[in-house]
Structures are given as C-alpha cells and as structure tokens.
C-alpha cells in the first residue's frame, strides 16, 4: 500500500493565547529603504513576486535579455530572471535589480518549508523559509505580505513572533501565497530577501467522511488501443481532505477477465492536485507495447482511504487505424486515370471516330469482307496530273519538265491535299485507300468492276 503523510501542527488555545490573546492584530513599520533602487533576491523554483511598492501595477523591462516582469504577478523565479529592470511610476522611475539564488548556495535549504496545510477554525503558524539558517540572525525584522498586499493591510487577527506569522484563526480565505521579507545590508547595499510558503487551507477531519471518487475511467467501458503502440492507463479520482493524507491508488492487469488472478502493473509517480475539501490524485501506468494478449485481460482501478474503496474495470479493444496513404492514394490513382482516359479521348477523338464509321454499322460489326475502306476522288490539278505520269512512261520531255517545275513551285507553298490525306489515312493509321487517280490500272480492269457495279454513278 503506498501511503503519503503530511505532518500537520495543531495549534492549542493556549499556545494562541501568547501571542494572538493580548494583541490581535500587530502592524508591522516597513523597513526603511531606498525606494528608488531596490535590490532584492530570491530563490530559483520558488514563487516570486515584484511589489508594487507606491508605483503602479504594469511592466518592469530590463536592458539585458532577461525577460519583463509585472509588478503584483506571481511566477517561477529562474537564473533567467536576474537582472537590473526599470520600473514605471507614471512620473519619475524606479530601478529594481533582482538576483535569483541557487538553492544549493543557500546551505540550509529544505523543500518542506515551502508548503504549509493548515486546519480550518483552528489556529496556525507560518514560518518563514531559512529562519534557522545561520546568516539570518544579522537580518532586520521580518515583514510578512499576502500576495502583494501587507499582513498590516490584511483585515484580520494575526501577530509575528520570532519571524513566525501566527494567524488566530483559520479560514478557508487563508489559502494561497505568502512572503516573508527580511532586510540586510552587505557592502553598503540595502538587500531584500524574499521567500515564499504556500498555504493550504483544509478542514479539520481526523478520518475521511466517505471512499474516494473515481471519475476517470467509467466502470466497465471499453478503451481503443492499437497493436503494437504504447498505451497509458489513467485513473483520477477524488479524495477527501483529511488531517493525516492516507490514499492509496493502484493498477491492477487480472488475467482472463479473473479478478482473483491479478498483477500489478508498473506506474508512474502520482500527480496531487491539493485543494479545499478534496485532493485530486491522477495515477497513470504505461503498457509500453499493446500485443493480442493484452486484449485477452481486463484492467482495474482500485483506490482506498481510511473511509473505505473504490474500483473501475476496464477492457482493451483493438482499433484498426486507416493510414493517411491510403485514404489519399487511391483517390489520386482514380483521378489519374480518369485523367488520362480524358487524354486519350481528347487526343484520339478523330480516329475514334473513323473506327466506329468504318467498322460499325447500327451498333453491329460490318462483317462483309472489303478490299478497300474509303473511296477518295478528287478534282484534277495540274499537279495530281503531273504525279500520275511520272508512274507512266513519259513521252513528251517538255510537259515533264513543266509538271515537275508546277510541283515544286505548289510543294513550297503548301502539301496537297492529294498527298496528304493519303498519306495519314495509310501510312498513320492503316486504312487502305482506293483513289481513281491512282488506282485504276492500264486498261480499266477496275472501272469495269466498277461500272458494272455502280454504272449511274460513272454515267454523271
């Protein structure tokens, strides 16, 4: 069982009495100094805090790189922070250096001063963070804020006592960030030394009032994992304030669904979350590699106090995740080839449509056998003239000459259409051609085929 205690003082009427019976409210003088150069230092990871000393709440900037402050904001004083910063007042300015100390340097630094939980309706003492170490005995009296806001300001019944504010009785009000200052002048410069404490304020329960809450994750629900992945498991839940903080919080794997056969599983430090009347507790264990087998087990949250337990069961459910490549390339690889059909259709439109009249008839094949697809006939030219006697045996020497010179002067002008069409109608795509011009041979074997087939056509 993994157990946490805070040790918690309780503060007597009696032990009161000096302090807070004679005197319920002390008003602590300022210490006097320089209010125009002002040097202060603090310790790094503790809270800090400008004061807004007569100068209005806005930004201190600084000529180095360190970074701007804001007077009456509380951050994390880092060795970043140090650095000289001027300060504005609206009409003069203020000029504030701060100097963040290494908490190794200090000697007699201890963590638990910083934190202090007291008990509503009781009686509480804060002390201030390094009063026992021995350089602190040359400092001047100590001077308590809350926030930016003086104690002597504070409407309230507190008193100091060996640098120790004693508050007479606690309230729920009482709970946030406190500063001690305390003064103290090396090699002539007036040096402010500010620590912080935070306070919780819980109420006075010796024992839990009731078990524990769970609120993450619902009983009995399923979580997606992914085989092969990491996955946490995180559990939060609710504990009631109580005077000695006894919570345990814990991973269980039961084998089989078996809640009598159970490992617990390896976790990771729990996150507190320290509030009023509840404390809120985040327990995490990490499965680093999900495997079948795991889908096979059920898990549980248990969490106890002293008022009892609670418990949230839970099973693993294989996910199957879409990859990002998939979901983008199959619609690229449609689109690509809806594209290049498009492509092709554009580019291959003309011969598309030579096919389909050349081969289709009323959406049925042409199944005659043709010697030829196309009939092409053509007005003679002189030029059609001339290239079907060159084939011929040529007589006159003089219409030669002039045919030829007549085909040159048209070839450098433009190709014929005589040329052309044949030309990409069978050298391109393979159709065979009959022209009369070219085709019908010494003694008309095939205009007589012809004129006996279509006899009115060679009549006109």
């Known amino acids: 069982m993994q157990t946490e205690f805070i040790l918690i003082c309780f503060f007597m009427p009696v032990f009161s009495e000096g302090c807070c019976a004679g005197n319920q409210k002390k008003t602590n003088s300022d210490f006097q100094q320089d209010r125009t150069n002002l040097h202060y230092r603090a310790v790094e990871g503790e809270t800090f805090m400008v004061p807004c000393l007569g100068f209005r709440a806005g930004e201190c900037t600084t000529g180095n ?65 390094g009063q026992d170490c021995g350089n602190s005995k040359h400092m001047s009296r100590t001077i308590w804020y809350k926030g930016n806001k003086p104690m002597s300001a504070q409407n309230r019944a507190y008193c100091v006592e060996n640098r120790t504010l004693h508050l007479c009785q606690v309230s729920d009000l009482d709970h946030g960030v406190y500063f001690c200052d305390r003064n103290v002048i090396e090699e002539g410069i007036e040096w402010t030394f500010r620590r912080a404490v935070q306070v919780t304020v819980t109420p006075a329960n010796l024992i839990a009032p009731y078990p524990p809450t769970i609120v993450e994750p619902d009983n009995y629900t399923s979580k997606e994992v992914e085989l092969g992945q990491a996955y946490t498991l995180t559990c939060k839940i609710y504990f009631p304030v109580e005077v000695n903080i006894l919570y345990n919080v814990k991973w269980f794997m039961n084998y089989n669904g078996n809640t009598k056969n159970v490992i617990t599983l390896h976790m990771e430090k729990p996150q507190l979350d320290r509030r009023t009347f509840e404390n809120e507790v985040i327990q995490k264990a990490v499965i680093n590699d999900v495997t079948e087998q795991h889908l096979n087990h059920t898990y549980t949250c248990f969490a106890s106090n002293t008022a009892g337990n609670s418990s949230a069961t839970i099973e693993l459910k294989k996910v199957i995740k879409v990859k990002w490549p998939s979901l983008i390339g199959y619609p690229f690889v449609g689109l690509l080839v809806i594209t290049g059909v498009g492509v092709v259709l554009h580019v ?113």
């Open 65 to 129: 790189k360190g970074l701007p402050l804001n007077c009456g904001k509380a951050f994390t004083a880092h060795a970043k922070h140090s650095g000289n910063y001027t300060c504005d007042t609206g009409g003069s300015q203020i000029f504030f250096f701060l100097q963040v100390l290494d908490k190794d340097s200090l000697g007699c630094f201890h963590t638990k001063e910083s934190s202090v939980i007291l008990l509503i309706s009781a009686g509480g003492t804060i002390p201030c963070p």
């Open 348 to 460: 291959k439109w003309l011969e598309l449509q030579l096919f389909y009249r050349s081969h289709m008839q009323d959406g049925k094949h042409d199944e005659d056998e043709k010697e030829f697809d196309v009939f092409v006939s053509y007005v003679w030219s002189p030029v059609s003239a001339v290239k079907a006697d060159v084939t011929g045996p040529d007589t006159d020497e003089t219409a030669r000459l002039s045919g030829t010179l007549t085909s040159k002067e048209q070839s450098e002008t433009h190709t014929p259409l005589a040329v052309l069409l044949p030309h990409v109608l069978e050298d391109e795509w393979g159709y065979r051609l009959f022209m009369l011009e070219r085709d019908v041979l010494p003694g008309g074997g095939i205009a007589s085929k012809l004129c006996a087939q279509t006899p009115a056509h060679l009549d006109q």
